[in-house]
């Protein structure tokens, strides 16, 4: 198993670009979700998925969007990226355990 | 609203001290409680766990115990290594849905 991957694991973008983080798991986990980590403020929900085709938002939700279209996937979409958006970005999935398993993560600059 | 608050780092110790992180949660009802660990470059990995009051989890030397009175789950190692230099979490999951609520993280590095 590869557990959860995430591509890529570095990008920088400009002001106004968009762009799609990948997410999959191979462990046919009905829950994903999506964070945000930022120095001094832990890790902050972004969105987040009970199962295909069902997605709602978290904590952080402005400027992002998500679809689940199959079990394995759940890319998150920046639609037009602000500097704000600067921070590491984590996928994670859960199975019928309460454990989550995380991605090795996104690194994203916006300049 | 729920929430989880540990103390602020960074934490710098020598290699075999003791170590203390508190974590002190705010929740209704009976929240599962969590120790997750990153290690420089990676992603969260689970270090331990407890579900319910008076639970203790333990793994790779460290320990945590669910105090309900308290509202705490310390995480404790009695002699760190430098391996164990990495950012530490707590977590907690509510016992409805599975929305997690993290800390803000620990940095700790331990010398030689």
């Known amino acids: 198993n590869a557990g959860v991957t995430q591509t890529p694991k570095f990008q920088v973008l400009k002001t106004g670009q968009s762009m799609t983080l990948q997410c999959a798991q191979d462990?046919?986990?009905?829950?994903m979700s999506w964070y945000r980590q930022d120095p001094g403020m832990g890790l902050r929900l972004i969105h987040y998925s009970v199962g295909a085709g069902i997605t709602d938002q978290g904590e952080v939700p402005n400027g992002y969007n998500v679809s689940r279209s199959t079990t394995e996937d759940f890319p998150l979409r920046l639609l037009s990226a602000a500097p704000s958006q600067t921070s590491v970005y984590f996928c994670?999935?859960?199975?019928?355990?309460?454990?989550?398993?995380f991605g090795p993560g996104t690194r994203l600059t916006v300049l | 609203g729920d929430s989880v608050t540990q103390m602020e780092g960074p934490v710098t110790l020598s290699e075999e001290a003791f170590l203390t992180i508190n974590c002190t949660y705010t929740?209704?009802?009976?929240?599962?409680l969590f120790w997750y660990v990153q290690y420089p470059g990676e992603g969260l990995q689970l270090l331990l766990k407890?579900?319910?009051?008076?639970d203790k989890g333990s793994n790779k030397g460290f320990e945590a115990t669910y105090r309900k009175e308290t509202t705490s789950f310390h995480l404790e190692k009695g002699s760190v290594q430098v391996s164990d230099s990495a950012v530490y979490f707590c977590?907690?999951?509510?016992?409805?849905?599975?929305?997690?609520?993290f800390g803000t993280g620990t940095s700790l590095t331990v010398i030689p």
């Open positions: 994670a999935s859960q199975g019928t355990t309460d454990t989550q398993y």
């Open positions: 929740a209704t009802g009976y929240p599962s």
């Open positions: 977590a907690l999951r509510k016992n409805t849905g599975n929305q997690f609520y």
């Open positions: 462990m046919n986990h009905e829950y």
């Open positions: 407890a579900t319910k009051a008076d």
